[in-house]
């Protein structure tokens, strides 16, 4: 609601906002929990001392859950089935395949995303349509579609790009490094993503 009333939100104010994501994801991971459906709807908004925007996770329903298997836990979802949102499901999630922590980054990226240009980067008139674009095509980059006051910036473009990069051993691999990058591009200097999207795209 907030997204679709205000539009595109500044950094300053989105960085609080990712900061309590990130937190309370790497406390799910850190457990051994994968959310899995991480999209707005989920990241509740609330009031709480003075703060308007105090943020919970909600909803682990399709949440993965790391178990022994030699002492008689069960995963409660197999690979090679697709739950979740499209809009926000990484592309090995869509595709079926094992999804860890990384998938959580991808999705949490697409909020970034959505979040500093006022909109998802994926869109079709049918559920496959967005699917295949996780998979296959290439975001549109931020800096092209937010105009002056909100501008993104280079540094948090290379950030928004690098979590949703297609491959996970691409992403950030967890959201402690994540947040690191984050206050990094917060401290004025550059984070590490912008050098490893430019030695990908060959300095562009």
């Not at 925007?53 to 090679?80: H, P």
């Not at 090995?92 to 949490?108: K, M, N, P, T, W």
Request: charge should be neutral.
């Amino acid at each position: 609601h907030l997204i679709a009333r205000e539009g595109a939100l500044p950094w300053a104010r989105v960085r609080p906002i990712l900061l309590q994501l990130c937190a309370a994801l790497q406390a799910a991971h850190d457990r051994g929990i994968y959310h899995r459906d991480i999209k707005p709807e989920n990241c509740y908004r609330l009031a709480r001392s003075g703060d308007s925007d105090t943020i919970k996770v909600l909803d682990f329903g399709i949440a993965k859950v790391l178990t022994d298997e030699a002492d008689g836990g069960k995963q409660l979802t197999r690979t090679g089935m697709i739950f979740g949102t499209p809009d926000y499901m990484s592309p090995e999630q869509a595709a079926g395949l094992s999804v860890d922590s990384r998938g959580d980054i991808y999705a949490l990226g697409i909020i970034l995303y959505e979040m500093a240009c006022g909109k998802v980067p994926f869109d079709s008139d049918n559920y496959m349509g967005i699917l295949t674009q996780h998979m296959y095509k290439a975001p549109p980059p931020p800096r092209t579609l937010v105009a002056p006051p909100n501008a993104v910036s280079p540094g948090l473009e290379a950030i928004i790009m690098k979590c949703l990069t297609k491959k996970p051993e691409g992403r950030y691999q967890t959201m402690d490094a994540l947040v690191a990058d984050m206050d990094t591009l917060s401290g004025g200097m550059t984070p590490l993503a912008v050098g490893e999207l430019m030695a990908r795209s060959g300095n562009y």
